[in-house]
């Protein structure tokens, strides 16, 4: 187990991190859960791999939330300190897409419950976990197809995806005999996306 000094941005005052497990292969590696200080952020990192593990300078290794201290009165002789983390990343109902014939009670309960679960969305690429895939194929010859013809901006936004997608470790560079063309996809939002 290693303590590691890491950034915590702006905010001043205790963060609170949950554990977390990433079974990245060759990265594998379990965060503690754990409070620390902005002043001094150090968080504890088990290596699960068999070989050293080295994160680029920006890696996200844990999402931490600001906590405050807040008084619990157990009986009347003893007090203990309680630690409550809360979010600053509220959800809000406009974010999210929901179908019009679902009633008011219905959205309010959806968004308190995205709201108690909101560490475990990803607000980033780079904040997106691995996981390690066996595709079983029924024969050893390669699947090929042809790329689609993109325009010169398309291969522009498909670059920025890969690269997103790269530095997030995400995706890796690989070479094989097996090709698929990217299809860009145009979100309501606004975005594209690779499919």
Known sequence: MSNVEVSCGVYIGDIFVECKLRSNLGKEHCIGRCITSSQNPIISILNTSNSPIVFQEGTVLARGEPCV?????????NTVNLVQ???????????????DSIGTKHRQSLLDLLNEFTDCFARSTSELGNTQMNIVLTDDKPVTYRPYKLSQMERSEVREIID???QGEVIREFDSPYASPILLVKKKQGNTECA
Request: glycine share 0%.
């Open 69 to 77: 201290m807040e008084q619990l009165q157990e009986d009347s002789e």
């Open 85 to 99: 983390h809360r979010t600053d990343h509220v959800i809000e109902i406009e974010s999210v897409q929901v179908d």
């Open 164 to 166: 997103d997608l790269l």
